[in-house]
């Protein structure tokens, strides 16, 4: 995307236009005409220009802080915090956020639940206005394809939060008749936002050179058309409610269209620094690295000396913003090192373990996993772990361990910390909102998944397309296939796995192959922490996950004794010279188990039941503001939501 700080002019006149938008933001309340815009503004490529470049940081939000992400509710960095609203993670604090449970109620304004217009105003102001520009049509396409691309990602935003929604074709005045108008359907806006994609890569030129952080390109059209209708294919195909199935193959179609032009194109590769933590690396860049990074296909650079930065590594380290941490049902789905689960076969009560399954115990159920694990969740002793804030010294013989804090209103209650989007740089961290950390919003990595399931669920997918795609993320990963040739996937040896299908025989009204099981897999542990999951369970209508026991780790004797007061103030080890730390926790005060020993997540929460959230499939689809129904009386609620 475009750098914001290249120009302090660009800045200046990006905030003008800005500000002659912003001021309301009601449902198209009033037209955005200033004599300074509407009449003089329209006169150059430099006025297109400018006018987009607001565009960018509504939409590719990167590692932003503001604004409150709809339909969540929470600030901060979408990609690294999203997950916390899915069965991968969970936030830190005593209480589920409402928007989890059915005890969410309507709001009576937008309230960040996704129902807003401004800045989708905006871009209809533009394709309105852009043509008086008196320069050569390729060039006026370039930037209309921009405002193409912009209205397609803004739409599919708002079909996959309330489905049905009115489609607005231009600039509104106070007067406009569709201001009053009902929803529209699924099928005739999704046709439109496909429309607008397409049109958005037709009127693109050809990219030579990939630039991630450069101005909107046909490459990220044609990922975001692959998202777009993957999610649309899989929805329809599984929210038979709709009866949509006799078109999904379409959506499915062209998602693996747009995901192959990526691949084939040649321009964009897995991220491998040449050591064995290339999967974390990829995700702790600065500065200007991401330019270099053949896998970021959209990101987002920041520039400390021109004022343009997150806070993300400062509150991600103290977690004391949106501190979350993992759950034991993402921990449980990593593959062994050989690349089979870590039950091989049995029943729930009497599985037969991998033999490089550890089992439960002081965070050894980390050990011989899929290499990925280890770079997204922290085992004590690594990363995090070992890290002096204050110092910026990192090492295990210098600072001991420091384990998490199980404490059920701690920001690490279920005792596996995140590390992924983490890095030890202290001057970064003593920025604070000045950190020039990067953030991919389109990588490869998902390029391939997106080809890889669109293919499955067609029902065309080859061994060769397997190899290209999950095997080829397995092998960046650092899975060794000479040493554990099931480590590759095989389309005709797939592992079993009676864990898994046996809660996905609980939570879904469908069965799911080996083969889809493996891919929905590789999709969860590679774009995990990514805010990809909450949305993919409700494509795949799988929302019954959600209702999987929040669990942290066991809590073991030998855990217990860790945790027993004694290590308030660190212990040191006689055999390794290593201090360990770990603050109290006591069982049924700090922490609470269910009847295996797992600590419960959330025991206190007054939304949920034992850690268990509740589930009602009216909630796959979001309810439109109760103000909105009362300014529009040919808006209908959400179906669900009636009396709510």
């Not at 080996?514 to 929302?543: G, H, N, V």
């Not at 770990?582 to 939304?607: C, M, R, Y």
Request: charged share 25%.
């Amino acid at each position: 995307m475009r750098k914001y700080s290249s120009n302090i002019k660009v800045l200046a006149l990006s905030a003008l236009s800005f500000c002659l938008f912003a001021c309301n933001d009601d449902f198209m309340d009033r037209p955005p005409k200033d004599d300074i815009v509407s009449e003089n503004f329209w006169n150059t490529e430099t006025d297109l220009e400018l006018y987009l470049n607001g565009m960018y940081r509504i939409y590719a939000r990167g590692h932003n802080q503001d604004p409150y992400v709809a339909p969540l509710n929470f600030r901060g960095s979408h990609i690294a915090y999203g997950d916390a609203f899915s069965d991968n993670a969970v936030r830190s604090g005593q209480n589920v956020n409402v928007r989890l449970t059915n005890a969410y109620t309507v709001p009576l304004n937008d309230s960040y639940n996704g129902w807003s217009w401004g800045d989708l105003r905006r871009v209809n102001y533009f394709l309105t206005n852009y043509d008086r520009a008196p320069i050569t049509e390729d060039k006026k396409k370039a930037y209309a394809a921009e405002a193409y691309f912009f209205k397609a990602w803004d739409y599919f935003k708002k079909v996959q939060i309330f489905s049905d929604v009115p489609w607005l074709s231009r600039d509104l005045n106070i007067d406009s008749e569709e201001l009053y108008a009902p929803r529209d359907s699924r099928e005739l806006v999704m046709d439109s936002v496909l429309f607008c994609i397409n049109r958005a890569i037709e009127w693109f030129p050809e990219v030579t050179t990939p630039n991630s952080v450069g101005r909107i390109n046909k490459d990220m059209a044609q990922f975001l058309k692959a998202r777009i209708c993957l999610n649309e294919g899989t929805f329809r195909k599984y929210h038979t409610e709709l009866n949509l199935q006799n078109t999904a193959a379409m959506w499915l179609e062209e998602a693996a269209k747009s995901a192959d032009y990526l691949i084939k194109s040649g321009r964009y590769k897995l991220f491998d620094n040449g050591n064995k933590d290339s999967y974390w690396a990829l995700f702790a860049q600065f500065d200007a690295e991401i330019r270099s990074n053949p896998e970021a296909i959209l990101g987002v650079e920041y520039s400390f000396d021109n004022k343009i930065g997150n806070d993300l590594l400062r509150y991600y380290d103290q977690n004391n913003h949106m501190g979350i941490c993992a759950q034991k049902s993402l921990v449980d789905e990593y593959l062994c090192e050989d690349g089979r689960p870590i039950y091989l076969s049995g029943s729930k009560g009497n599985y037969d373990a991998n033999p490089l399954f550890e089992g439960y115990g002081k965070w050894s159920e980390l050990n011989n996993r899929d290499p990925r694990m280890s770079q997204t969740i922290c085992k004590p002793g690594e990363y995090i772990t070992i890290w002096n804030r204050n110092t910026g010294v990192y090492g295990i013989k210098e600072n001991g361990i420091t384990y998490p804090n199980l404490k059920y209103l701690g920001s690490e209650q279920s005792g596996y910390r995140f590390i992924k989007h983490w890095k030890p740089d202290l001057v970064n961290y003593q920025r604070a909102s000045g950190s020039t950390q990067s953030a991919i919003e389109f990588r490869y990595a998902e390029a391939l998944l997106m080809y890889a399931e669109a293919k499955c669920e067609l029902g065309t997918i080859s061994q060769n397309d397997i190899d290209i795609t999950i095997n080829a993320l397995r092998q960046r990963a650092g899975f060794d296939f000479d040493k554990y040739p099931t480590a590759r996937l095989d389309m005709g040896n797939i592992p079993a796995d009676p864990r898994l299908d046996a809660v996905y025989r609980e939570k879904l009204d469908y069965t799911v192959s080996p083969l889809l099981r493996e891919i929905r897999r590789e999709r969860r542990i590679e774009m995990a922490q990514e805010d990809l999951r909450y949305w993919d369970l409700m494509r795949w209508k799988a929302a019954g996950l959600l209702t999987v026991p929040m669990r942290g780790v066991k809590f073991t004797e030998e855990v217990q004794e860790l945790y027993s007061g004694d290590y308030n103030n660190g212990v040191v080890d006689p055999e390794t010279g290593i201090r360990e730390t770990a603050v109290t926790a006591i069982v049924n005060k700090d922490v609470f188990l269910d009847e295996e020993g797992f600590i419960i997540l959330h025991p206190k929460s007054t939304n949920i039941q034992s850690g268990t959230l509740p589930w009602s499939d009216y909630r796959y689809y979001w309810p439109v503001p109760k103000g909105e129904l009362l300014l529009n009386t040919n808006l209908l609620q959400t179906e669900g939501w009636e009396d709510k």
